[in-house]
């Protein structure tokens, strides 16, 4: 399967997971997001599920989260130091580089993903970006950071019938972060990452619709 082909498939695996109901069990619930997980079937980890409601139009949830060089993903997301695009390979797929800080009382380490990317919106309005892990030869490992692996992963922002003004976001994340981490830690620092995420990113669109 090349690149390209990883990345569709991948998306498709998110929109299989929509559709999906059995098997999750809810960990954290805020305001903003409830968060549950179910066993992955990808690897020996967790796959989690966010889902909440956002106050804004999905295009300006989308200008948020898109994973594009530039983007405003670096200056809200606090578990994204950096983000680069590697290789463009369609105007939508794209290899990129992620670079995350260290995490959770400095227990984790930071860490560097390459994944393979692909943005689509669907006939209902729906945005999607979805990502899977991919070995490229202008990124290999670097000595300060740990090597982690995406499995398909990525977020939709579904318009809310009726309210052009609120987004249903679901998120998914299935992460393997690597190194030698406590599975106790891993299990903590999901759920509370993704409800961080969802609270800094309601913060963010409202600035940006300010």
Not at 42 to 64: H, K, M, Q, T
Not at 140 to 159: A, D, E, M, S, T
Not at 190 to 202: A, C, D, E, R, V
């Amino acid at each position: 399967m090349d690149r390209e082909e990883r990345a569709e498939a991948a998306a498709e695996q998110l929109r299989l997971y929509r559709r999906d109901p059995g098997g999750w069990r809810g960990c954290r619930s805020t305001g903003e997001v409830a968060v549950s997980w179910r066993p992955s079937a990808e690897f020996a980890g967790n796959l989690y599920r966010g889902e909440g409601i956002l106050p804004a139009s999905p295009r300006d949830v989308w200008e948020c989260i898109k994973p594009v060089a530039g983007g405003l993903r670096t200056k809200w997301d606090q578990n994204v130091k950096d983000f680069e695009v590697i290789e463009a390979l369609t105007d939508t797929i794209s290899v990129c580089r992620t670079t995350t800080p260290s995490a959770f009382m400095r227990i984790i380490s930071p860490r560097e993903f390459v994944d393979v990317v692909v943005m689509k919106q669907y006939e209902d309005g729906t945005l999607l970006s979805a990502a899977t892990n991919v070995e490229h030869p202008l990124c290999p490992p670097r000595p300060n950071f740990v090597r982690g692996f995406n499995y398909p992963c990525g977020c939709l922002c579904i318009p809310v019938p009726g309210e052009p003004d609120r987004t249903q976001l679901l998120t998914f994340f299935q992460t393997d972060l690597g190194g030698y981490l406590p599975q106790t830690v891993v299990d903590s620092f999901f759920p509370s990452s993704i409800s961080g995420f969802y609270s800094n990113l309601t913060k963010a669109v409202k600035t940006l619709k300010a």
